[in-house]
């Protein structure tokens, strides 16, 4: 390991030779042992295979755009809530220039999306895409797509999804701004082919209705028992370039 990262762990975690840590390379975790750590580069040897659990369902979070400030918090958690791809969306009631500024934020993000999946200890970070505009969003393919909604009658979230929910099903989650969407954004979401979901009767800030509904689906796969994909890979395939986390 070199950079930031080799930097990081000899003088904030005061990495010495000897200690263990568990390295990813994107694809399965190992533990490793530190045989040289000196200036700005770390050498590790992969030991044995560490626990590596994958999430039973793929989530995609297309989040509108809010506040800079809470859209990050929104990042950090929805990352340990298993988000695999997040994609903000300009909507018609996301404040005024936040979508031509967010592109100066996009490195921003998934520096905390990375960070975030270190400290929750997952394989490989989510992706944070571009912005989009809110037809592009509903453009997107999924196996089951749900918008988040507010309005009184919409049925309860976990109702969207199928029946039988197998291993790997990709699930996009739309949600919407301050304010909530416009009747024209509804029907639009409904002529192409998503599901209105409902997180109950309470009015949720956005950023908190993102968390609720990736954790409602996450939750209905694993009460499904549908099995997590596992990875597995070489020895000769771990570069030790991903995240290293403190053996526990």
């Known amino acids: 390991m070199t950079g930031d ?10 990495a010495e030779v000897g200690q263990r ?9 190992w533990l490793a042992e530190i045989t040289e750590a000196r200036h700005d580069r770390v050498v590790l040897r992969a ?16 989040a509108s755009l809010i506040k800079f400030d809470r859209f990050e918090w929104m990042v950090e958690k929805a990352t340990e809530l298993g988000a695999e791809l997040i994609i903000p969306v300009d ?14 934020r996009l490195e921003r993000w998934n520096r905390i999306a990375r ?7 997952r394989l490989r970070p989510p992706e944070v895409m571009e912005a989009v505009r ?23 979230l976990a109702r969207a999804f199928p029946r039988e929910r197998r291993a790997g099903a990709q699930v996009l989650l739309l949600a919407g701004p301050e304010g909530g969407w416009t009747d024209a954004e509804r029907e639009g979401a409904a002529a192409a082919g998503w599901i209105p979901g409902s ?9 908190t209705a993102v968390l609720a509904a990736l954790a409602v689906s996450l939750g209905a796969w694993l009460e499904s028992g549908a ?14 370039t991903g995240r290293a986390s403190p053996q526990s």
């Not at 030991?47 to 297309?62: D, G, H, I, K």
């Not at 509903?138 to 309860?156: F, K, S, V, W, Y």
């Open 21 to 29: 840590y568990e390295i990813s390379d994107g694809h399965a975790a």
């Open 227 to 240: 099995p997590a994909a596992s990875a597995i890979v070489t020895m000769d395939s771990v570069t030790g």
């Open 115 to 121: 960070e975030s999946s270190q400290q929750s200890r």
């Open 47 to 62: 030991l044995e295979p560490a626990p590596s659990p994958e999430f039973p369902v793929r989530l995609t979070v297309l």
């Open 134 to 156: 809110f037809g592009a969003a509903l453009a997107r393919c999924g196996d089951c797509r749900c918008i988040l909604e507010e309005a009184e009658g919409a049925p309860p």
């Open 91 to 104: 909507a018609a009631r996301s404040e005024k220039g936040l979508y031509e500024a967010a592109r100066k």
């Open 5 to 14: 990262d080799a930097r990081h762990l000899q003088r904030v975690l005061r």
């Open 199 to 207: 997180l109950g009767p309470q009015i949720l800030r956005a950023e």
